[in-house]
């Protein structure tokens, strides 16, 4: 079949992608880069597409001529600057299934999520069911899959976090007493699966919750992975709910933090469903947390991921207070120290009064820009630019810095040292 896969360059999405190929589908992938796409996937034919914009079925209908069946497998955690979940799981979706249905483009696999259901208080999962409710109401042989905890070799999102609480040292944190359970499925399995309703007509207008053949609390499945990533055990440390959603909510805020409020409601609402029905249907059992991380031990990348997740909100919080509160400071001492700065570097009256704000006023922005976490390589490039000219400029002007005892320079190495970890840190995909 002709296929067209939106959400292909997501976790979820790029494994359902390798297993359409493997079973001989022509894949298009339905994405917002294709130019950076296709770096990565040459061989896959990939066209522009942004439900964010894409809400008009007019537009999808220019684009579905020629297709076979559509799988849909977009989707975003929660809403920040430029991300509108209900666009996203919904209205876009939405488009996108009327355009199917006016053209006569019969077969629509939307994956959804377990938590996608009446009574599950979160953007996330009530956008979602929206979008179910809207493709159910067609005249189309749909399937929605709704799976559990999905996991693989690689990971991302709520996996990520998993996997980063596990490798914590010393203690093994719970939020509240770790005995959540979710009923984890590797990608694997259910590749497996979407290729099964994929080809198999049997399945046209039905609804499967792809899930483990266990139940695991939170806590087990961190022991598990912890064991997997080769850190010894240790003690496990229950952590009262009312201070993991303090963090949480901090991490909302600032956007820096890989806790959100979202991840964690949607793990205290359960991750469990019909898996006894899904291998029914499936006619086949999936396999168990324990066998998927014995078949794929843990590498060295695994350990390096695991524990430096992490690490990612840290250094972007460190390096942007280290800008914004290095240019305050000198503002604040301004003009004296400006003036005196300015003065061994041959500069006076309002030039020296303009260059010492200025290079504030600059210190600031880069602190922002840090915090935004937008075009890191360049923004890496130019902090880097920057504690290079400061550093050459002064330790030049002003060379007894060097012998300062609260080494005003020195700091600038493990400063430049730093930047390129974070660089790579921030980015999330």
Known sequence: MKVLLTGANGFVG?????????AGHNVSAAVRDPVAFRLQWPSVDAIACDFMRDGDKQVWIGRLAGF???????????????VDPELIHHLGPAALFDACSDLGLRKVIQISAISARPGVDT?????????????MGLDLDWVVLKPSLLYAKGSYGGTSLIRAL???PFVLPLPGSGDQLFQPIHLDDFGRTVIRVLEEPEFATSILEPAGPENLSLKDILLQYRAWLGIPSTACIEIPLPFVKLACRIGDLS????????????ILQGNCGDNEGYAKAMEFEARTLAESLQREPSDVQDRWHAQ??????????????TWIVSGSVGLWVLPDVGQKIAGRLGLSGGVADIAAAGSCLMDIAVGLWVASRRATGLCALVQTAIILTYTLLLGIAIPELWSDPFGPLIKNLPMLALIPIWAVLAKSR
């Open 255 to 266: 956007g820096v933090s890989a806790l959100r409020t979202t991840s964690l409601d949607q």
């Open 308 to 321: 430096l997740y992490f690490a990612a909100a840290m250094t972007t919080l460190v390096l942007a207070i």
């Open 123 to 135: 953007e996330y999962a009530q956008t979602k069911c929206r979008g179910d409710t809207h493709l």
């Open 14 to 22: 790029r494994h359902i992608m390798t297993f359409l190929i493997e």
């Open 166 to 168: 596990a490798a914590i």
């Open 68 to 82: 076979d069946a559509v799988i849909n497998c977009a989707g975003v955690l929660q809403r920040s600057p430029g």
